[in-house]
């Protein structure tokens, strides 16, 4: 990491390879104030030890049961946390807000891991809509298929999908990575305004619909394209950073990433760019 | 809302009436101001089973008018007498609730269209579905209510496709209820959770074919669309391709025939459906819940993408 005591304030983003486009002519731009510090730490959050590991069966508990027991497992410290029986339950996991490292043995409903702010997670099955809405930061590994609007709006972290997703995937997305081994539906990337999705397989009509900025990558073939959605050059430095991005999200082992298209908006927006609260924690 | 669950197996029958229950009972949350069961049940295929009603559930939560159930009675006698005229013979008769019909009839006739017709040109009288596999019944309340009303968890089947429900533009009757049987056409039956922005074009476009609406609700247009596009000579699974451009809005629908069941994702992919496939059973609904309530165990589910269209055979 770069020193930050060294470079601009403006810069820092940059230097931390968190922030890679430059913006120019009337873009607006506001970077972290570290004097801000103290202001990104949540009430009510857990200080969780991941040795200290439990299971939770939750197949006779409903959706606000279980989500109390995980925060009572978590009060108690512990940060490793098993999820037997979610038998496909709605709003399992949501509103996370520390460290933990949570596994469910099974399928999620609708919502699950919803406004989350920092838990690892792995889901040993398949997910339904809006997964992970809203995430802040922390990683979700889907094993199996997702349904439509997964990753909608999320603003950062790494959301991960072996299978295939639905439509409108990574709709309102304003930060984060999404990656998806298989296929994708229509208008993925519909409204984005930042960050990554990477799709190795096939995507569906209306890719990058009205995006205002943010990337795509795509590994097969592309249904049609969005209003506002152009190809651009794939360089060296996407390949890096693709390669570098598969690899820890251990998917598309071996994938040839220098045949991805790279899409972006072909349209520039003003006075949308503030830097995401992501990244400044992380600047912290 | 609403909330459809189906299911089929293939190359053998099941109790498709609790199944289907405890499918739809899971999705209640998405409606329970009527549920309806299409049940293909194990039968010799010799006679039709009519299931009708005449007259409404006028219970707590209804919109519908009541009227004395002597009125029903006379409607009884009234269809009894006109089924006798068009030479259709009454082989067995239930009746479940009084405004609730169920009948075998011998009667040999490949176009239904003329039978229906006449039958429903009495006053209070809608054919709920018409063929020699197919029963639909639909009534207030969620499935575990109307599975009660009905005893229907004990009916032994192929396959069966059930809907829960939210009324929104049309009113809580079992005459906007789903399942839509495809009139005039044996053993077809529709349900649709969405909304189709083109149904009154599109209605007087098929009325003025000689098809016929019995509810304002715009569900029902997906029956009628299908079954004249396989009166036109179609196929059941071009008849949904077609739809796919011809209906405009957002939905997801199944279609049932005696030896089908077929869903169609509109190209916008705006509403949900999950889908579990192996080599014996076929189980979708608007929510993974639903197939969990017949599939505890761990599956590999699916969602289907924009504009797709599957069908399955028994």
């Known amino acids: 990491m770069a020193n930050l005591k060294t470079v601009s304030k403006k810069s820092k983003a940059q230097s931390m390879g968190m922030h890679t486009e430059v913006l120019t002519g009337r873009t607006q731009q506001k970077f972290f104030n570290p004097d801000e510090a103290e202001n990104f730490y949540y009430f009510g959050t857990y200080d969780v030890d991941f040795n200290k590991r439990t299971e939770l069966d939750v197949l006779d508990m409903t959706a606000p049961e279980a989500n109390k027991e995980i925060d009572n497992l978590m009060s108690q410290g512990y940060g490793t946390i098993v999820i037997k029986n979610p038998q496909g339950k709605h709003s399992l996991g949501v509103g996370i807000l520390n460290k933990l490292n949570l596994i469910f043995e099974g399928s999620l ?21 809006s997964c992970a809405e809203n995430l802040m930061a922390g990683k979700v590994v889907i094993e199996k298929n997702a349904g439509s609007c997964f990753g909608a709006a999320i603003r950062g972290g790494d959301l991960i999908c072996k299978g295939s997703v639905g439509a409108r995937t990574g709709i309102d997305m304003k930060g984060g990575t999404i990656i998806i081994g298989g296929d994708a539906g229509a208008f993925t990337g519909f409204m984005m305004q930042r960050g990554r999705i990477i799709i190795l397989g096939d995507v569906g009509i209306n890719l990058g619909d009205s995006m205002y900025d943010g990337t795509i990558f795509v590994g097969g073939e592309i249904g049609s394209y969005g209003s506002d959605a152009v190809d651009a050059e794939l360089t060296s430095s996407d390949q890096d950073w693709l390669k570098r991005k598969l690899k820890v999200a251990e998917i598309g082992e071996n994938f040839d990433v220098s045949k991805m298209k790279k899409i972006v908006a072909g349209k520039k927006l003003w006075n949308y760019d503030n830097l995401e609260p992501t990244e400044k924690k992380g600047a912290i | 809302m609403c909330g459809i669950a189906g299911l089929i197996h293939r190359g053998k029958s099941s109790n498709v009436g609790s199944e289907l229950q405890g499918m739809l009972q899971a999705l209640k949350h998405r409606g329970e101001d009527s549920t309806g069961y299409a049940l293909y049940g194990d039968t010799d295929g010799k006679n039709f089973i009519m299931r009708f009603k005449v007259g409404e559930n006028v219970g707590e939560g209804s919109s519908s ?186 939905f997801t629908y199944f279609v049932a025939t005696k030896d089908s069941l077929g869903m169609a994702k509109d190209t916008m992919a705006a509403k949900p459906l999950v889908l579990y496939e192996s080599d014996d059973l076929v189980a979708m609904g608007s929510e993974e819940i639903a197939i969990r309530s017949v599939l505890p165990q761990e599956i590999d589910t699916y969602d289907p993408f924009d504009g797709e269209v599957k069908v399955w055979q028994i």
């Open chain 2, 65 to 250: 008018v009541m009227e004395d159930v002597s009125v029903y009675d006379e409607r009884k006698k009234v269809v009894d007498q006109t089924l006798a005229d068009i030479g259709a013979k009454i082989i067995k008769e239930e009746r479940t609730l009084p405004y609730s019909l169920r009948y075998e009839l011998e009667y040999d006739a490949k176009d239904l269209l003329n039978f229906s017709q006449t039958v429903e040109a009495i006053p209070g009288v809608e054919i709920l579905s018409m063929g020699k596999s197919l029963e639909v019944i639909k009534d207030l309340g969620n499935a575990k209510a109307v599975c009660d009303r009905y005893s229907l968890d004990k009916l032994v089947g192929t396959h069966a496709i059930g809907h829960a429900r939210m009324a929104t533009e049309s009113g809580v009757d079992i005459k906007s209820a789903h399942p839509f049987w495809g009139y005039p056409f044996s053993d077809v039956s529709v349900v649709h959770n969405g909304q189709l922005t083109n149904y009154w074009n599109n209605r007087r476009v098929l009325e003025n074919k000689g098809m016929r609406f019995m509810s304002e609700c715009d569900s029902e247009l997906i029956a009628v669309y299908i079954a004249q596009k396989m009166r036109e000579g179609a196929t059941l699974e071009e008849g949904m391709k077609d739809s796919l451009l011809g209906l405009d809005g957002v």
């Open chain 1, 109 to 129: 409903g609708y919502f699950g891991m919803g406004s989350c702010d920092g838990p690892i997670v792995r889901i040993n099955g398949r997910v339904g809509w």
